[in-house]
């Protein structure tokens, strides 16, 4: 939002300066809350099918010895972006369900609430990960660099879209778009390997490394201007 834009709102909308506000503040009963406790109480808000995703890829991992061989890294690597994307849409749920200016009037600032589902499901995915990469590399024969790299770059790669894509729609629309970007980067991901397997080969690793560091860096800037967006809204 346009600097000038944003001063002409505070200045047209800004309230009058309350008086006894920490007078007014120290009556109201607070119960304490530590970080902890805050964060952990989070869990139980994010919806089920977002642990059903990771539920479902560690099954998978965990009987794919005994089911699927070798392959079942290729599977994992086309579910890996719906685990991405649901993420995306965790982050992003207040907006595609046009709850943010509701929620910001909550006892806990909506950024802080968001913050605190992203720490929880940043958990939750790299603990997952750190599972899935060397059972994958183990089944798959493949060292466990080159094999993260294979998950982590359709992961980024969805996750950077999707932040893109909830950025510049709204409601339903972007739960859709993040889904159909899912959609897309696991189809992908499995008519690239059936066609064209060579590059899944040693020698195209310094490649996939470069990927992997531009997904990474781009996923870092498009978590920022998400977060931007909460803060712009706390200041209007």
Known sequence: ??????????????PPAPTQKEAFLKRIPQPGISNLSFVLSQAGYIRKYVWGISAVLFGIAFMGAHMF??????????????????VVTEQNRSYIFLMSELEMAARFSLKSVVLARMEILGIVHLLLLLFLIPVCARLHGASVFQ??????????????AGLWAA???????????CFGIADC????????????PVLFGTRYIPAWTL??????????????????????????
Request: aromatic share 10%; glycine share 6%; net charge positive.
């Open 69 to 86: 061989g070798k392959d079942v890294m290729w599977g994992i690597s086309a579910l890996l972006p719906f685990a991405a994307v649901s």
């Open 147 to 160: 094999t993260g790299l294979y998950l982590l770059v359709p992961y980024l790669l969805t996750a950077d």
């Open 185 to 196: 980067v696991s189809v992908l991901n499995l008519i690239v390997q059936k066609l064209y």
């Open 1 to 14: 939002m346009d600097e000038k834009l944003k001063k002409a709102l505070r200045d047209a909308f800004e």
């Open 167 to 177: 950025r510049r729609t709204k409601g339903a629309e972007s739960w859709y778009a």
């Open 211 to 236: 990927m992997l560091a531009a997904v990474a860096i781009y996923g870092v800037k498009e978590w920022k201007r998400s977060m931007n967006r909460l803060s712009e809204l706390l200041c209007v």
